[in-house]
């Protein structure tokens, strides 16, 4: 029995990558590491694509994920747009936020904080899961930064472990995953996002996997998770001027289709698309059918 546990463990334990290799494997250039809001200052992972002079567009990532999750939508943007994506801190390449801040106050002004570095007095903004409500809750407060809204499953609205006003409990499990995350678990939890489980490929596991050891990673995603109070979205919402396009897989298991309605009852200039046969990750399961009414949308 001793050999037994012994061997599960060995099993279970996940220690973390070394980051030279992970940059090695997933950082295009040196100058994609940006440093902004010092000091000390926070370093943001950051891929700007497509010509310096059109219309820029900045896309959020959801939790868990990174800057390549955007990776076929960025290359048809970039034809027509400025291209910018990042890491937010704890996530992908992008090292924990030296602050141990992770709250959506943060995240709005680290990403006031890039577009003032960048020099973008406008942009539009492209979010998913909890991306989208970082993009949001930005378009209400900053009105004046923000050309046009796409929200891609917005995070937001209370739901099971997330009530209003209180930081959810992070269950035991999760806390487990800063040392045991062995790639059969990863692949169990990531599958439900998918519509049809075979889209996630060894190659898209692998990254995720791959990025999520990160030194500091796990720490900084359950930091996020823990530092999440959610407020009522509806006065927020309504104070968005920005046209939104809202975009959703109707067959979406993390947040559910029929959250779509309260957001187009919320948002003054809304207009969603609904996507057949689609789960939570529209820009991964069916890039190309995602992205036309985004392209639409932003032209």
Same mark, same amino acid.
Do not use: C
């Given at each position: 029995m001793i050999i037994l546990l012994a061997v599960l463990a060995l099993w279970l334990w996940t220690p973390d990558r070394d980051r030279a290799e992970l940059e090695r494997l997933y950082?295009?250039?040196?100058?994609?590491?940006?440093?902004?809001?010092?000091?000390?200052? +926070?370093?943001?992972?950051?891929?700007?694509s497509g010509p310096k002079d059109a219309p820029a567009v900045i896309l959020l990532h959801g939790f868990g994920a990174s800057l390549h999750t955007w990776e076929l939508w960025a290359s048809g943007l970039a034809a027509t747009h400025r291209v910018i994506r990042f890491d937010l801190p704890g996530s992908g390449l992008s090292p924990p936020d030296p602050s141990g801040d992770y709250t959506d106050v943060r995240?709005?002004?680290?990403?006031?904080?890039?577009?003032?570095?960048?020099?973008?007095?406008?942009?539009?903004?492209?979010?998913?899961?909890?991306?989208?409500?970082i993009a949001w809750g930005f378009a209400a407060e900053r009105p004046n930064r923000v050309d046009k809204l796409v929200l891609v499953a917005?995070?937001?609205?209370?739901?099971?472990?997330? &009530?209003?006003?209180?930081?959810?409990?992070?269950?035991?499990?999760?806390?487990?995953?800063?040392?045991?995350?062995?790639?059969?678990?990863l692949r169990l939890s990531l599958e439900p996002a998918? &519509?049809?489980?075979?889209l996630?490929?060894?190659?898209?596991?692998?990254?995720?996997?791959?990025?999520?050891?990160?030194?500091?990673?796990?720490?900084?995603?359950?930091?996020?998770?823990?530092? +999440?109070?959610?407020?009522?979205?509806?006065?927020?919402?309504?104070?968005?001027?920005?046209?939104?396009?809202?975009?959703?897989?109707?067959?979406?298991?993390?947040?559910?289709?029929?959250?779509?309605?309260?957001?187009?009852? &919320?948002?003054?200039?809304?207009t969603r698309v609904a996507l057949p046969g689609v789960g939570h990750l529209p820009h991964e399961e069916a890039p190309e059918r995602s992205l036309a009414p985004v392209l639409a949308f932003l032209r």
């Open positions: 950082l295009a250039a040196p100058t994609d590491m940006v440093d902004v809001l010092g000091a000390p200052a +926070t370093h943001l992972h950051v891929r700007d995240s709005r002004q680290l990403l006031l904080a890039l577009m003032d570095h960048l020099g973008l007095a406008r942009a539009s903004l492209v979010g998913h899961s909890i991306g989208g409500r917005p995070d937001g609205f209370a739901s099971p472990g997330f &009530a209003y006003g209180k930081a959810p409990e992070v269950p035991a499990s999760f806390k487990l995953m800063r040392h045991a995350l062995p790639m059969a678990l998918y &519509a049809d489980p075979a996630l490929t060894d190659d898209v596991a692998e990254r995720y996997h791959d990025l999520m050891r990160a030194p500091g990673s796990r720490d900084a995603l359950l930091a996020r998770m823990a530092q +999440t109070v959610l407020t009522d979205p509806l006065p927020v919402l309504r104070r968005i001027r920005a046209p939104t396009l809202l975009l959703w897989g109707e067959q979406d298991a993390m947040i559910p289709f029929a959250n779509s309605a309260d957001y187009l009852q &919320a948002i003054p200039q809304a």
